[in-house]
């Protein structure tokens, strides 16, 4: 029986074995989708992973499907009911900045989609690239540090270039598959 070979990151756990196996790394280019993607690497700053995945379905509807235009209307009686939601994260800042995020991308929206805004700091297509182990893989990049600027200088909040490059990697702005694990050429496909 041939064993799978994955980003060591996804093998201890079903969920981050399904999430990299189905999501991570795939070339996203639908606008709402990657609010959601960049909204929820906001809230994992300083978590794993693995606690956003257990606690996704529950942010979906907490958040009404990451509807940009809900959000952004979100009042403080919304905001303190997310607060007491244990389904969620139940960060203040982090509910704050999702909300301010949700206004920055319909002000942004005005003038460009999310999505081609978001792909010019990749020129539009994935990056690829080779690592023979996950250590060898970096934390930011001068594209992740150019997005940051750029969100931030729109006015979005909690989308340092770590952040960023989370989600560039999760979107699939760059294949940060190792090159042996069998996603590696699949999402280039």
Known sequence: ??????????????????????????????????????????????????TILKKRPSFQLAFDQFDPEIIARYD????????QNPGIIRNRLKIEAAVTNAQAYLRLSEKISFSKFLWQFTGGETKINCWGKMQ????????????????IERGFKFTGTTICYAFMQAAGMVNDHIFSCFRYSQVQE
Request: net charge negative; with cysteine; glycine share 6%.
């Open 1 to 50: 029986m041939t064993q799978i070979i994955r980003c060591n990151w996804a093998e201890s756990h079903s969920l981050l074995q399904k999430y990299h196996d189905t999501e991570w790394g795939v070339p996203l280019w639908d606008d709402q989708k990657l609010f959601e993607f960049l909204i929820l690497d906001g809230f994992q700053a300083g978590l794993s992973w693995l």
């Open 76 to 83: 403080e009686a919304k905001k303190l009911s997310l607060m």
């Open 136 to 151: 060898d893989i970096p934390g930011k990049t001068s594209e992740s540090d150019a997005m940051s600027k750029a969100l």
